[in-house]
T-cell receptor
């Protein structure tokens, strides 16, 4: 079974731009979570989607948003990019009723 | 409290040594405690996980010890190998959002010298 895939793997943007990242979960997984990883703040939960609905949300500003499609694929969007948004954005999927989250390789976003 | 505190920040051991990484949590609602391993350029991969009703769990060379009263848990890597050199994260989640909202520790960078 294919793992979690994320596209693109690398992105370079400038301040003020917006960006959309994509995540395809493992087949059959309907829960998709997003995390931000930075050297200073570590791994922080952004939000979780299940059946096209946001089920949990972390403590991030409204510039960070996401959505999930009927095929469970998910996108996250960051508007009005700031230098501090430079990070590795990780997507994880899990099977409903189980605890294990499987992470993708991440998208490395650099904001200049 | 949502924090999970992890120590040490970095750890260097010789091949065959037993590195131990410790984590402490405050929120007694946490009921799932996984450990993840992350290599550079990769996403975290689940190593082993434990629930509070068990005091120890072993999978291969990896063992979790759990102390519910102290709200602490630790990872032991037996017979460590250079290939174990990676960053290790402990994490925790609550029952009502089981598995879907992980709170991570700060990470421990482990180096195993040959």
């Amino acid at each position: 079974k294919a793992g979690v895939t994320q596209t693109p793997r690398y992105l370079i943007k400038t301040r003020g731009q917006q960006v959309t990242l994509s995540c395809s979960p493992i087949s059959g997984h309907r829960s998709v979570s997003w995390y931000q990883q930075t050297p200073g703040q570590g791994l922080q939960f952004l939000f979780e989607y299940f059946s096209e609905t946001q089920r949990n949300k972390g403590n991030f500003p409204g510039r960070f948003s996401g959505r999930q499609f009927s095929n469970s694929r998910s996108e996250m969007n960051v508007s009005t990019l700031e230098l501090g948004d430079s990070a590795l954005y990780l997507c994880a999927s899990s099977l409903e009723g189980t605890d294990t989250q499987y992470f993708g390789p991440g998208t490395r976003l650099t904001v200049l | 409290q949502q924090q999970v505190k992890q120590s040490p920040q970095s750890l260097i051991v010789q091949k065959g040594g037993i590195p131990i990484i410790n984590c402490a949590y405050e929120n007694t609602a946490f009921d799932y405690f996984p450990w993840y391993q992350q290599f550079p350029g990769k996403g975290p991969a689940l190593l082993i996980a434990i629930r509070p009703d068990v005091s120890e769990k072993k999978e291969g060379r990896f063992t979790i010890s759990f102390n519910k009263s102290a709200k602490q848990f630790s990872l032991h890597i037996m017979d460590s190998q250079p290939g174990d050199s990676a960053t290790y994260f402990c994490a925790a989640s609550k029952a009502e959002t089981s598995g879907s909202r992980l709170t991570f520790g700060e990470g421990t960078q482990l180096t195993v010298n040959p």
